[in-house]
């Protein structure tokens, strides 16, 4: 834990919760194992949507579609929403839960590889959701920095990997030195890109938020 367990307890017991499906899609996937987006990191969602109002949404990793649909419900005004995804079994499983929701029309899943995908996008977006594979965040940045506007706001999350991030490459597992080297790499450049301005907070499993300089 980042922030001490108690304190997340108690701010997340504040929360006024979901829709009924998005509880029951949330409850199906955590009973799958499947992750998602964590119950503090779905409020500041809500309240980022409120306060920005994105008409055009990209997502990357989708799973089984709670984050997209989570963005659909609670963004006060129509949009569109893009979400990619890579891993096979989880694709039929979001496009169900896009039906249920009746959100076929809004939510458009692309299956592959984001480092495929991201170059075809030909729209920008206002809002963009990076919650794909964590190792591959540097290398998908510059372009998502390509498809997101002037003003747009970048969201990344898991970026502090359970506080890890801040040991040494030694101290964390051999298996996942990789992925601490490449985010730590991704939290320099986006903190020091000249086209953003950005803050990383410890929300969730910690979090970067971005606005691309107008």
Not at 42 to 60: A, R, S
Not at 178 to 197: D, F
Request: with cysteine; charged share 25%; hydrophobic share 40%.
């Amino acid at each position: 834990m980042i922030v001490e367990e108690r304190l997340t307890t108690y701010i997340n017991s504040l929360s006024q919760g979901n829709t009924a499906l998005l509880e029951e899609i949330e409850r199906e996937a955590l009973e799958a194992y499947v992750p998602v987006i964590r119950r503090e990191m779905q409020q500041f969602l809500k309240w980022l949507l409120t306060l920005k109002k994105p008409e055009k949404i990209l997502e990357i990793g989708t799973a089984v579609g709670f984050s997209a649909l989570l963005m659909a419900e609670y963004n006060p005004v129509a949009c569109e929403i893009i979400t990619i995804e890579n891993y096979e079994k989880r694709i039929p499983i979001a496009r169900e839960n896009f039906k249920r929701a009746g959100r076929e029309e809004t939510i458009t899943l692309l299956q592959g590889d984001a480092q495929d995908i991201l170059p075809e996008l030909k729209e920008n977006y206002d809002f963009i959701f990076m919650d794909g594979a964590k190792g591959q965040y540097i290398s998908f940045l510059p372009m998502v920095l390509q498809r997101l506007k002037p003003g747009g706001v970048l969201v990344s999350d898991n970026v502090l990997q359970e506080g890890d991030i801040i040991e040494s490459r030694f101290a964390v597992t051999r298996r996942n030195r990789t992925i601490h080297k490449r985010m730590r790499e991704y939290l320099y450049e986006i903190t020091h890109n000249k086209y953003l301005v950005t803050a990383v907070l410890p929300l969730g499993d910690g979090i970067t938020v971005s606005t691309k300089v107008e």
